[in-house]
């Protein structure tokens, strides 16, 4: 299949273009490069072991889009390009909505106009808000809490009344929990530009003396250890998941197709700190400070749905999570 990866360049991204190729699709990734480096095409090469296509370019960009689509005779998308920093979403709504929601419907005009009927949508459990209940599954309550999330949301309502109106387009939506690791080479792997807000990019940092220590926010939650509990999933496991959702739009006729990305399994900060102990024989100096504004103390998938439906099994632990983060740390000596 031919298949435009839109922020193809990024984090996920990156490490689904090696899966689709592993699996002989011919991709071709759309970024603008605003949230990642065009090193990491490089690095894509040396991985895939041909050279990669993209195009430096904006989802915003409409005549851009219509003319890829054509160009490469597209017939399926996975929209992986946002931004998705939740702090950044508070002080700069308009650019989150702008960027997300806007760029999505310019992307999905292009798609129309070019009877493009496959899409794979990068959502996430943020959708979800506070847990009503756990595990989550894909018919809990939507309630997002702040402008990213929001954009995450109204993007979901687009595509479900999009789908109404378009009866050859299947949409896969995909929610995905914790995506946390990096490719077993350790050439790709999650590089945040400044200070990182996530546990696991925060903690490399700190693993390699670029930060002095983790702050643990929270340690009086109810739960066993009183840290807050996520559902890590490796994004590689994450990355094939997208192999097997646009497989699954090509047999079904449903229209809209909403699957969780976790492992169904949550582990708490304290335990990520140990595994990281354990799996790379370094250990973390923190120090616990409050709550940060907007975390919840549980949050983990019910996952059966992906399992079931799309045949997708997430198989790599924790401890890989963090033995290929810190890999890919050192490999890349990351400042
Ligand atoms: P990322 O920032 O590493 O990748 C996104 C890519 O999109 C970047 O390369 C960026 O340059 C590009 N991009 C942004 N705006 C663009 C635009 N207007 N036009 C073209 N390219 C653009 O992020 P990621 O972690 O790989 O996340 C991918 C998607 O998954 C995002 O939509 C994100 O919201 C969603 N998501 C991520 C997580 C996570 O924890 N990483 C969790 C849930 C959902
Ligand atoms: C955060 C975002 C969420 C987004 C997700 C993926 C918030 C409130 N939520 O989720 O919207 O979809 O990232 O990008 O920002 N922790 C520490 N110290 C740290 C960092 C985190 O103790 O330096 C703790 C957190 O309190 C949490 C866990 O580690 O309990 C995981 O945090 P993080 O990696 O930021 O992910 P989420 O909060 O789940």
Redesign the pocket.
């Known amino acids: 299949m031919n298949i435009l990866l839109t922020g193809g360049a990024g984090y996920i991204g990156s490490h689904t273009y090696c899966e689709l190729i592993d699996k002989n699709h011919n991709v071709i990734i759309l970024d603008n490069f605003s949230n990642s480096e065009k090193t990491v095409l490089k690095q894509l090469e040396l991985i895939v072991k041909k050279p990669v296509e993209y195009i430096e370019g904006d989802i915003l960009d409409f005549s851009l889009l219509k003319k890829t689509l054509s160009k490469y005779k597209v017939e399926a998308v996975i929209h992986f390009a946002g931004l998705?920093?939740?702090?950044e979403s508070v002080n700069e709504p308009l650019r989150y909505y702008e960027n997300n929601v806007a760029g999505t419907i310019n992307l999905l005009k292009a798609l129309d106009a070019a009877k493009v009927y496959k899409f794979v949508f990068s959502s996430?459990?943020?959708v979800y808000g506070t847990p009503e209940y756990l595990p989550i599954d894909e018919e809990h309550p939507l309630n997002a809490i702040?402008p990213?999330?929001r954009t995450k949301l109204q993007i979901e309502t687009i595509l479900k009344d999009f789908s109404c109106s378009n009866f050859d387009m299947k949409i896969a939506i995909l929610r995905?929990?914790?995506?946390?690791g990096a490719h077993h080479s350790g050439l790709i792997g999650e590089n945040p530009k400044g200070v990182?807000?996530?546990?696991?990019?925060?903690?490399m940092q700190v693993a390699n003396h670029q930060l002095p220590f983790?702050?643990?926010?929270?340690d009086n939650?109810q739960t066993p250890d009183g840290?807050?509990?996520?559902d890590?999933i490796h994004v590689t496991d994450l990355a094939l998941g997208h192999v097997k959702a646009l497989h699954f739009l090509n047999s079904t006729q449903t229209p809209i197709n909403i699957f969780n990305l976790g492992t169904g399994k949550g582990s708490?900060?304290l335990e990520?700190i140990q595994a990281f102990n354990k799996a790379c024989g370094v250990s973390i100096p923190f120090k616990v400070?409050g709550?940060?504004?907007?975390?919840?103390?549980v949050?983990y998938a019910k996952n059966e749905r992906a399992k079931k439906v799309l045949n997708w099994q997430p198989v790599f632990s924790l401890e890989d999570m963090i033995k290929s983060a810190w890999k890919f740390q050192q490999k890349n000596k990351i400042s």
């Open positions: 998705k920093a939740v702090g996430s459990a943020t702040n990213y999330g995905y929990f914790n995506p946390s990182p807000n996530n546990l696991v990019p925060y903690m983790l702050k643990i926010y929270g939650y840290s807050g509990i996520r890590y708490s900060v990520v400070e709550k940060r504004d907007g975390d919840v103390a949050c």
